[in-house]
C-alpha cells in the first residue's frame, strides 16, 4: 500500500487493485473516492488498441475553471461528452504540479497534464503501450522537464526587481496569506500555488510596459508572459512547446490525432498556435485578449466553464464526436 500526499488537501492511498482518494470539497468537506487504479480503468475501456484520434487540451483559470469561484460545474455537459467519447483531457496550465493533481482528482481525469506554463509534462506510468523517454520518474509519473528551475529564475527575478525597486513582487516574496489574497483562493490552495517548480508569478505595481519586462528577462536567456491574473517569468519553455511534444507522443500511438485547445490568455497563445482547432475565451468582463489574433481562431460566445462547455459541444459533433 502507498500514500500519496497531493499537497495539503489530497491524498491518495492505493494497492495493487484499488485506489482511495480523499480531498476536500468546494465547501471545504472531506470527499473520498474510491475505484479501480483509474489509469488501468481507462486502458482497459479503450487504451487496448491506443487509438487517440482527438484530444483536448485545456487552460484552467478562466477557462475550465471559474475566473472568481475557480468551479468547473457549468462545464459539465462537455465534460461528460469528453469522456463517454474516451477523449483525452489534458489540462496545460500555468498552475503548479500540487494543484493540477487536486484538480485531476475532482475531474477523475488520468491523462497526462502540463504544469507552470510548460515548464513540465506528466505522464501517468504505463499510459502508453510504449513510453518515451523521461527526464526522470516517480512512483506515479514519468516526468519530462521543459523548465529552468525555479532558483534560477528566483535569482534573476531578484536582479530584475533590485532595477525596479518597489514595481514587482513575486510568489516567492510573499507568504502564503497574501497569495491567497491575491488569488481569491483559500489559504490551504495558496500554499499549493506556491510549490513552483518551473515558473515565478509576479504582480506589476503601476504602469510598466511589458516589452521593458520582457527585454530584461532576455538578458538572461529568460522570457515574460501574462497570464489572467499575474506575469510570469520562465525559461525557454512555453504551452505550445509542450502540446507539440505530447501531441508526438499520442500521435506514434495513432494516426495524426485531431487538436483541440482552449485558452484565454496570452499565456495560451503558443498552444492554441500548434493545435488544428484554437478556442478563445471570453474574458470574465466580456473581452477578448487582443494579443491572440490566429486565422482559424474560434471565439466563444460567453467566457469562462460555460463558454467553454459550450463552444466544445458546438464544435465536437463536427468531429464526429456523439454526444
Not at 483536448?56 to 475566473?67: I, K, Q
Not at 490552495?189 to 517548480?197: G, N
Request: charged share 25%; glycine share 6%; with cysteine.
Amino acid at each position: 500500500m502507498r500514500i500519496h500526499f497531493l499537497g495539503l488537501i489530497a491524498a491518495t492511498i492505493s494497492s495493487v487493485d484499488m485506489k482511495m482518494v480523499f480531498y476536500y470539497d468546494k465547501n471545504r468537506v472531506p470527499q473520498c473516492l474510491i475505484s479501480k487504479n483509474m489509469v488501468g480503468d481507462f486502458l482497459d475501456k479503450k487504451n487496448s488498441q491506443k487509438d487517440f484520434r482527438l484530444l483536448v487540451f485545456t487552460d484552467l483559470d478562466g477557462t475550465l475553471l471559474d475566473h472568481e469561484s475557480y468551479s468547473f460545474e457549468p462545464a459539465l455537459p462537455a465534460l461528460a461528452v469528453l469522456k463517454d467519447n474516451n477523449i483525452p483531457l489534458i489540462v496545460c496550465t500555468s498552475k503548479t504540479r500540487a494543484e493540477i493533481e487536486l484538480i485531476r482528482v475532482q475531474l477523475n481525469n488520468i491523462h497526462p497534464f502540463i504544469s507552470e506554463n510548460g515548464g513540465a509534462i506528466f505522464i501517468p506510468r504505463n499510459y502508453f503501450l510504449q513510453m518515451p523517454h523521461a527526464t526522470r520518474e516517480d512512483a506515479d509519473y514519468s516526468i519530462i522537464e521543459l523548465g529552468t528551475p525555479y532558483s534560477r529564475l528566483r535569482e534573476v527575478f531578484n536582479r530584475i526587481k533590485s532595477a525596479l525597486p518597489g514595481k514587482l513582487r513575486g510568489f516567492g516574496d510573499s507568504i502564503p496569506g497574501e497569495v491567497a489574497e491575491l488569488c481569491g483562493l483559500p489559504l490551504a490552495d495558496a500554499k499549493l500555488a506556491m510549490k513552483r517548480d518551473y515558473d515565478e508569478p509576479f504582480v506589476v505595481e503601476g504602469e510598466m510596459p511589458f516589452d521593458v519586462l520582457q527585454e530584461m528577462a532576455s538578458h538572461s536567456q529568460l522570457q515574460v508572459t501574462r497570464g489572467g491574473r499575474f506575469y510570469h517569468l520562465m525559461g525557454n519553455n512555453d504551452k505550445g512547446k509542450a502540446v507539440h511534444l505530447l501531441r508526438d507522443m499520442y500521435q506514434n500511438q495513432s494516426e495524426h490525432p485531431t487538436t483541440v485547445a482552449l485558452g484565454d490568455s496570452l499565456n495560451d497563445l503558443p498552444m492554441l498556435e500548434v493545435v488544428d482547432y484554437p478556442i478563445l475565451l471570453k474574458k470574465h468582463d466580456g473581452s477578448y485578449d487582443p494579443s491572440i489574433t490566429l486565422n482559424n481562431l474560434i471565439l466563444s460566445r460567453s467566457s469562462g466553464p460555460s463558454g467553454w462547455s459550450e463552444t466544445l459541444l458546438e464544435l465536437l459533433p463536427a468531429l464526429g464526436v456523439r454526444g
